[in-house]
């Protein structure tokens, strides 16, 4: 059941949408050489916190943090821990925060120092990506023509697109109906109409779509260790059309 919202819930979903946004700004100026991801996750939590907001994804199904910290082969889902990032890593940044009843989500993949070619076009492509499939964030377009933007734009790059996690409807829950495939057919799927909230996380990969789950029972990786980047924002169709929430 798909939850359209109304001006004022929208206007909720704003406030929300502007916690995560600063925290990811914060996240960004922390993020280097040295810097374990448990401290990035504290920091995270002080400051969604300091907001009167709370942490969506603290203790989500069992998650044990605010955020979620993926490095390089490791795709989304990474748990804070006493790992210190190093040079040339690139790093996502997963982050949501709820406030008023409604949460928000965002994710950006940050590079520690210097990278590799290959790194910085996967990152830069993965931004553009998401930035293609909101162009099709319109009245009476439908969700396959979102998917299918991502998708053709990362593959005409020579990367892939993770098939096995998906962007999301979002609201008074992280996780809303509908499922949003960062690749498809255009033409398909639900009818875009005033009111939906979306999720939309481009995942990706510089070489195989195929992942894994590690151990610890959250971390998903590629299955072939080559980087993946992530890229999300809360989006919403206004009836001044479309608004991005957490940019
Ligand atoms: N941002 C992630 C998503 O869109 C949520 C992380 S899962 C959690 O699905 F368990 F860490 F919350
Ligand atoms: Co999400």
Same mark, same amino acid.
């Given at each position: ?27 960004e100026t ?19 916190? /300091?907001?009167?907001?709370?942490? /969506? ?8 943090? /605010?955020?979620?910290?993926? *490095? ?12 210190r990032?190093?040079?040339?890593? *690139?790093?996502s ?50 969700? +396959? ?5 991502v ?32 690749? +498809?057919m255009?033409?398909? +799927? ?13 995942? *990706? ?43």
């Amino acid at each position: 059941m798909i939850n359209l919202k109304s001006n004022s819930e929208i206007e909720r979903m704003r406030e929300a949408g502007k916690i995560v946004r600063d925290t990811l700004l914060l996240m960004e100026t922390l993020v280097k050489p040295g810097v374990t991801t448990k401290e990035l996750d504290r920091a995270a939590y002080k400051y969604i916190t /300091s907001c009167k907001a709370t942490p /969506s994804f603290l203790n989500y199904n069992g998650y044990p943090a /605010s955020i979620c910290a993926s *490095i390089d082969e490791e795709v989304v889902h990474g748990i804070p821990s006493g790992r210190r990032i190093e040079e040339g890593q *690139i790093v996502s940044i997963d982050v949501g925060a709820c406030i008023g009843g409604f949460h928000g989500d965002a994710a950006r993949t940050f590079a520690a120092g210097r990278v590799s070619p290959l790194k910085e076009k996967l990152m830069k492509v993965t931004e553009q990506s998401f930035f293609k499939g909101i162009e099709q964030f319109k009245e009476g377009n439908r969700l +396959g023509d979102i998917s299918a933007a991502v998708q053709q734009y990362a593959e005409a790059n020579g990367f892939s697109v993770v098939r096995a996690l998906v962007g999301h409807g979002i609201g008074r829950k992280m996780h809303e109906d509908p499922a949003v495939p960062n690749y +498809g057919m255009p033409g398909r +799927g639900l009818r875009l109409e005033k009111g939906l909230v979306l999720a939309i996380e481009p995942m *990706i990969n510089a070489g195989t779509y195929e992942v894994a789950q590690l151990e610890d029972g959250w971390t998903i990786v590629t299955e072939d260790d080559m980087p993946s980047a992530h890229y999300e924002n809360t989006v919403a169709l206004t009836e001044n059309g479309l608004e991005i929430l957490t940019l």
